[in-house]
């Protein structure tokens, strides 16, 4: 496939590797309700998130959506887990 942005095979790589890492790995959604001075957050925003309810500390996330509207702000978020960071210790 051609590409007028891409000049350089190096680049064309590093593309393939980041596009086959995006594709190939489980991906979570999940909406949190925040406060309304969180309406500030925009779509691409990345984010930490620390849920005690799901074994969360620090986890890093992408903002997808924002809903703002008078009161609590609605806010969906993409993790990507990380297998070592997420598994289990014994």
């Not at 596009?19 to 959604?29: F, I």
């Given at each position: 496939e051609d590409?007028?942005?891409?000049m350089a095979s190096s680049t064309a790589q590093s593309v393939l590797d980041w596009?086959?890492?995006?594709?190939?790995?489980?991906?979570?959604?999940v909406t949190y309700l925040l406060p309304q001075e969180d309406q500030s957050l925009q779509p691409m925003d990345l984010v930490t998130i620390t849920d005690n309810d799901l074994s969360w500390?620090?986890?890093?996330?992408?903002?997808?959506?924002?809903?703002?509207?008078?009161?609590?702000?609605?806010?969906?978020?993409?993790?990507?887990?990380?297998l070592i960071r997420d598994s289990p210790t014994y």
């Open positions: 590409s007028d942005w891409i596009k086959t890492r995006w594709m190939s790995t489980v991906k979570a959604q500390t620090s986890v890093p996330a992408i903002v997808v959506s924002v809903l703002r509207a008078p009161g609590p702000t609605v806010i969906e978020l993409l993790i990507f887990p990380d």
